[in-house]
């Protein structure tokens, strides 16, 4: 069943892809994936570069006919190919949770590689999970040249596994954002994290009330007590932004049965920052977002409930993550209860700024997520590297 499941989704992307039967044009930088590609180009300048899509958006037909006739038949072939194709001296990505990606290095000695971290990372779902099963023989083949992490934290759990240079930078995206001071008096932004499927975990299936719903569901009862109590609204930063698809009135249908009726939104269609939202919110509360991490980077007001994995009974849920911050803590709690819940969010809504920010640095936040506004340090970085990369005319 899991092999025909696999030819099916396998042809159906081939389906609905773009195809292009011209062999890729020779650049300098490839960068691999199309997400976060808008952003990484400014940082480029007049560098030729491509774009190498792995999400099914296109396929070059040429690199597949070379693949069939070579008796090779895997994704990781065909990227490797399409790369000896291209010719490019450097590799970059804003996937940095991509074992493809990781794995490439070791067929490519003359072309540098480079990552950047875009979103938080857990254990489960998630890179590390990969990395553990990858036999030791073949990690120490691991190496990218140069891999650009949110903290001093999740660089330490990178650095068991790959070798290259680490540098601690934050969130490229939220780096680039600056930050707004004025303050909406009274607004609490929920962060959501819907998912309207479930997970397999481990080999276990975890259903959409399992591992969406239960924690939501725990965090919203206190939560709308504490907001009544201290006459605060509460609105709902949705996951989906695209107000056509149907997931976006999914969710929204969701969080009114969650919150009510007249909970408010942000509309997907304002094309309103989400580091705008959390700098105006008074208080910014959400379960395990990687925009919880980069609010209290940027020094805002933020209970994180990260409760999902003391409801699944799973490692890597838990607040700060690989690092160890225990349970309970100012301003986040592991344990699903109600008590932890209301207590974090009394504590962190009642404490003035200059407290605030103490607490912060108490806590070590920046050894989770550091901030570099205006991505100073990993513009300099890439200019060293790109200053290598001849251009093709």
């Given at each position: ?98 074992l493809n990606f990781i794995k490439l290095s070791r067929y490519f000695k003359d072309v540098k590689f480079v990552f950047i971290q875009n979103g938080w990372r857990g254990y489960y779902q998630d890179i590390f999970c990969e990395l553990d099963i990858v036999s030791n023989d073949f990690l ?254």
């Amino acid at each position: 069943m899991y092999f025909l499941n696999r030819i099916y989704r396998i042809g159906k992307q081939f389906f609905f892809a773009k195809k292009f039967f011209l062999l890729p044009a020779q650049v300098n930088v490839l960068i691999y994936d199309a997400n976060g590609a808008e952003t990484l180009t400014r940082y480029i300048g007049d560098v030729s570069f491509s774009i190498l899509h792995v999400r099914g958006e296109s396929l070059n037909l040429r690199v597949i006919l070379s693949c069939i006739l070579n008796l090779e038949f895997s994704f990781q072939s065909y990227l490797i190919r399409y790369i000896n194709f291209v010719k490019p001296q450097l590799v970059i990505t804003f996937t940095d949770n991509s074992l493809n990606f990781i794995k490439l290095s070791r067929y490519f000695k003359d072309v540098k590689f480079v990552f950047i971290q875009n979103g938080w990372r857990g254990y489960y779902q998630d890179i590390f999970c990969e990395l553990d099963i990858v036999s030791n023989d073949f990690l120490e083949e691991f190496y990218v040249d140069d891999m650009f992490v949110f903290g001093d934290g999740v660089a330490l759990e990178y650095g068991k596994y790959i070798k290259g240079d680490i540098h601690s930078i934050g969130s490229m995206r939220c780096n680039l954002s600056p930050k707004i001071l004025e303050k909406e008096r009274g607004l609490i932004t929920y962060v959501s994290q819907w998912i309207p499927s479930g997970f397999h975990i481990e080999g276990i299936f975890y259903t959409f009330e399992e591992y969406t719903h239960q924690a939501n569901s725990m965090v919203a009862k206190p939560l709308i007590e504490f907001a009544a109590e201290r006459v605060k609204k509460i609105k709902v930063l949705l996951r989906n932004k695209n107000t056509k698809s149907d997931d976006y009135e999914l969710e929204r249908d969701y969080y009114r049965q969650l919150f009510g009726e007249n909970v408010e939104f942000y509309e997907g269609g304002e094309g309103i920052s989400p580091y705008e939202v959390v700098d105006r919110s008074e208080l910014v509360v959400g379960i395990d977002s990687t925009l919880l991490y980069e609010s209290l980077a940027r020094g805002c007001k933020t209970a994180v409930l990260s409760i999902r994995g003391d409801i699944l009974n799973l490692q890597g849920f838990g607040f700060g993550w690989p690092a160890n911050y225990g349970q309970k803590g100012f301003f986040w709690c592991n344990v699903a209860s109600i008590d932890c819940i209301r207590k974090v969010l009394e504590e962190v809504d009642k404490v003035d700024d200059l407290t605030w920010k103490k607490c912060l640095e108490e806590n070590r936040v920046i050894n989770l997520i550091t901030i570099d506004y205006d991505n100073l340090s990993l513009k300099n970085r890439l200019q060293e590297i790109l200053a290598s990369v001849r251009r093709v005319d």
